[in-house]
C-alpha cells in the first residue's frame, strides 16, 4: 500500500506528530453523526466511554454550531487506508449490540434513493467548540450486515469519479449508425 502524500507528509504522519507534541492530559475523540432524510434528528455517537457534548462546525449541513450530545457507543472502527489505488477507501465500524437499535431505522428507510450519510468528527478533549481536524470526513454507507444483535457497517466516499459518462452504453447492434 503506498500513502498518499501531501507536501512530504502522509496523513498518518502528521496525525502522529501532533500526539507526540499534544499535552499529555488531551484525548483525541472520534464521534460520528448517521444520517437519512427519514430519521427525525441525526444520531450522534461518541467512540469513547462516557457521553461528550461538543459544538458542530458551523459550516455543517444540520445544526451548525450548536452544541450536541454525542452517545457513548465504544465501536470496532477500521480507518480508511491511505493510497493511490482507484477503489474508494473504506471505514468499516462494528458493535456487537447494536442491530436492535438499528433495524426499524433501516426498515423505515427502506425502498429510498437517498444514502445514509456517516460523518466522522475528530475533537480535541480540551476545545469542544469545533472538531480539531476540518472538514469533517463524510461517507455514505455502503453494507450494512446485522447477523443476531452484532452489527457491521462499511462506508466509502460518494465516488461520482467511478461513473460512466454519458450514463448510457452505445452499444453497435443497438445504435447502428454508431458502425459507420
Known amino acids: ?14 496525525l502522529q506528530e501532533a500526539a507526540a507534541i499534544a499535552p499529555i492530559t488531551r484525548q483525541m475523540i472520534y464521534t460520528y453523526e448517521l444520517w437519512h432524510p427519514t430519521l427525525s434528528a441525526p444520531l450522534y455517537f461518541a467512540n469513547d466511554n462516557a457521553d461528550l457534548e461538543a459544538s458542530i462546525e458551523v459550516t455543517a449541513e444540520r445544526n451548525p454550531g450548536t452544541l450536541v450530545t454525542f452517545l457513548s457507543c465504544p465501536l470496532a472502527v477500521a480507518r480508511p487506508e491511505e493510497g493511490d489505488q482507484p477503489e474508494s477507501p473504506k471505514l468499516s465500524m462494528s458493535r456487537p449490540d447494536l442491530a436492535g437499535l438499528l433495524r ?21 478533549s480540551d476545545d469542544l467548540t469545533a472538531p480539531a481536524m476540518l472538514p469533517p470526513l463524510q461517507v455514505e454507507l455502503t453494507n450494512v450486515d446485522m447477523v443476531g444483535s452484532a452489527l457491521q457497517i462499511e462506508a466509502q466516499f460518494d465516488d461520482d469519479g467511478t461513473l460512466a ?3 448510457i452504453t452505445f452499444r453497435r447492434n443497438e445504435y447502428p449508425g454508431l458502425g459507420r
Open 165 to 167: 459518462v454519458p450514463a
Open 104 to 124: 426499524p431505522l433501516l426498515a423505515a428507510a427502506r425502498g429510498s434513493t437517498v444514502p445514509w450519510v456517516l460523518i466522522e468528527r475528530l475533537y480535541a
Open 1 to 14: 500500500m503506498a500513502d498518499i502524500v501531501r507536501r512530504g507528509v502522509t496523513l498518518a504522519q502528521a
